[in-house]
């Protein structure tokens, strides 16, 4: 699909806009169970909003079409976030929301390429989607496809020896349509990333590895955007990457502040709260 079918040419709504809904959309079906990804959903809200009104080629009423970009979520328990945003997209009906993690319904609390339209892998174990990534962007290439894979893995998948295979094998492949989208949110169920096994120094790791690296705030949708359309428009014929940082729980400051935020508790009377917290911060 050419650059005039992508979605932010068909629609007057802003990214910033966007942002907000999948934030709130994540906010109400984690409402449903009373429990959920929250923190990480609201942190990736912004990546995503870039992602699929600005980067990805897709069609909402074919979510199989062959000469779309494919987005894998690597991350499954992100589910929450791709759910999110698939129903703005319009890919999923969002009179479906109420049925997230219930008996039947086509949104599993961790994520299931057989039950969703417009989910492309079954995320986790972590540490697989990057190698599936290569195998997809490998098989785009030799059929002389256009189409771009972009693979959303979190930081906790850095310290998973599949991930710098998978790393390795892209770049002595050379596969430029190949995008790898890092979420740094420094949070894994034991602590800090950083803590349990650093990457770091990061970029450089990468760029060691023959990927072109950026890094940039997360939660800045200027940088952001600006960082997708770097890493496509690369005239070098090697795999890239984004690393991006977030702020887990951001758009909702006193969840932020918790201390533990990678399954962040919060109480039946807070979601309405948290709903309220994010209203007052509506882009105009």
Request: glycine residues 10%; charged residues 20%.
């Amino acid at each position: 699909m050419g650059v005039g079918n992508r979605p932010a040419a068909r629609s007057n709504v802003s990214l910033e806009q966007r942002a907000w809904n999948i934030r709130r959309k994540a906010l109400l079906m984690g409402e449903v169970q009373g429990q959920g990804y929250i923190g990480q959903a609201l942190g990736v809200a912004d990546v995503l909003a870039a992602a699929y009104f600005h980067a990805l080629a897709f069609r909402a009423d074919d979510p199989e079409w062959e000469g779309r970009d494919r987005f894998l979520l690597s991350v499954g328990h992100y589910a929450i976030a791709l759910y999110a945003v698939l129903m703005e997209a319009g890919i999923l009906p969002e009179d479906e929301l109420p049925t997230y993690g219930m008996d039947d319904s086509r949104m599993p609390m961790s994520g299931m390429a057989s039950y969703t339209p417009g989910m492309e892998i079954t995320g986790g174990s972590l540490g697989q989607g990057l190698g599936i990534a290569v195998g997809m962007a490998l098989g785009l290439k030799r059929k002389r496809s256009p189409a771009f894979v972009y693979n959303l893995m979190s930081d906790g998948e850095l310290g998973e020896g599949s991930t710098w295979e998978a790393a390795m094998a892209a770049a002595h492949h050379r596969l430029d349509n190949l995008v790898c989208l890092v979420d740094f949110n420094n949070q894994q169920a034991d602590g800090h990333s950083t803590e349990m096994l650093s990457a770091e120094p990061l970029e450089a790791k990468w760029e060691a590895f023959g990927w072109h690296c950026q890094r940039v705030d997360g939660n800045d949708l200027a940088g952001v955007v600006a960082a997708f359309d770097a890493a496509r428009a690369l005239p070098a014929a090697k795999p890239r990457v984004i690393v991006f940082d977030t702020r887990m729980c951001k758009g909702v400051p006193f969840l932020e502040g918790r201390e533990i935020t990678h399954f962040v508790r919060v109480e039946a009377d807070e979601w309405a709260k948290a709903l309220a917290v994010l209203e007052e911060g509506r882009p105009q």
